[in-house]
């Protein structure tokens, strides 16, 4: 469970723009590092999760306007990440990434919804980086102005 280095090498550097936060779990290191390399072009924070029980951990002391989950976790399944998100209340949008058969991205995508989680569009791995692109980036403006409305 880490930060990525490019955001924070931007809060080092002092930058003052607030940005939206998004978590990006997957238990593959270099798989996070490629997503996080993306929401950091969408506009967000990233902060890495490989485990479930990291996620618990994330979750129990800080918000995110935005979550990647891959649907596989190791040993747990994707599926007991949208349980946890349930049982917190947790409102965030949720992309699923999968290198498994839409069918199951499919279950799993409605599975959420039926626990009346944010489910956005899956995402089939190989990832689309355009495609996830353009939906982190969907997610982080819509975040930039309801923060801006809040604030105003």
């Known amino acids: 469970m880490t930060d990525h280095p490019e955001s924070s090498a931007a809060a080092a550097a002092g930058s003052a ?3 939206p936060r998004l978590l990006v779990i997957d238990d593959d290191q270099v798989h996070r590092t490629i997503i ?3 929401a950091v072009r969408a506009g967000f924070e990233p902060v890495e999760a490989g ?3 990291e996620v618990v951990e994330l979750t129990t002391y800080n918000d995110f306007e935005g979550v990647t989950l891959d649907l596989s976790l190791g040993e747990q399944a994707g599926t007991e990440v949208l349980r946890h998100f349930a049982d ?5 949008p949720v992309i699923i990434l999968s ?3 839409s069918e199951i991205a499919r279950k799993a ?9 944010t489910m956005l569009e899956a995402v089939s791995k190989p990832v689309d980086l355009t495609e996830l692109r353009e939906q982190l980036s969907i997610i982080a403006r819509t ?9 105003g």
């Open 143 to 151: 975040w930039r102005i309801m923060h801006h409305a809040a604030l």
């Open 36 to 38: 996080c390399k993306i």
């Open 51 to 53: 485990t479930l029980d």
């Open 88 to 92: 917190r209340d947790f409102r965030a």
């Open 99 to 101: 290198g498994a058969k």
């Open 17 to 19: 723009e607030l940005k």
């Open 109 to 117: 995508h409605d599975f959420g919804e039926s626990l009346d989680l």
